[in-house]
């Protein structure tokens, strides 16, 4: 099952911002990141997930870079996630 643009603003994100998080790689689209004048970009359905992850963590302030390593490999990045919210916490 795919998913595209229009569903993945319904998890927050902006057209915009789909396009430029598909061009960065951040979200990878079945049929590339630029498939072309007039055709839409396929996204997996597991592509869901981690958009909605990755809008969580920038509106945390986590750059999206580092929020779509995260969104992608949770387990990896679990001491930086800590590390990043203890940073958070002392800013607060």
Known sequence: MSVTAP???RV????????Y?????????ENGPNP???SSRQFPYSELRIAR???????????PATA??????PADGAAELRRLA???????
């Open 53 to 63: 992850l990755m809008v969580q963590l920038t509106d945390a302030g986590i750059e």
């Open 86 to 92: 203890d940073m958070l916490e002392a800013e607060a």
């Open 21 to 29: 998080w598909a061009t960065k790689g951040y979200l990878q689209p």
């Open 12 to 19: 927050g994100l902006t057209y915009r911002q789909v396009d």
């Open 68 to 73: 779509a390593r995260l969104a992608r490999h």
């Open 36 to 38: 072309g004048t007039g």
């Open 7 to 9: 569903d993945l603003v």
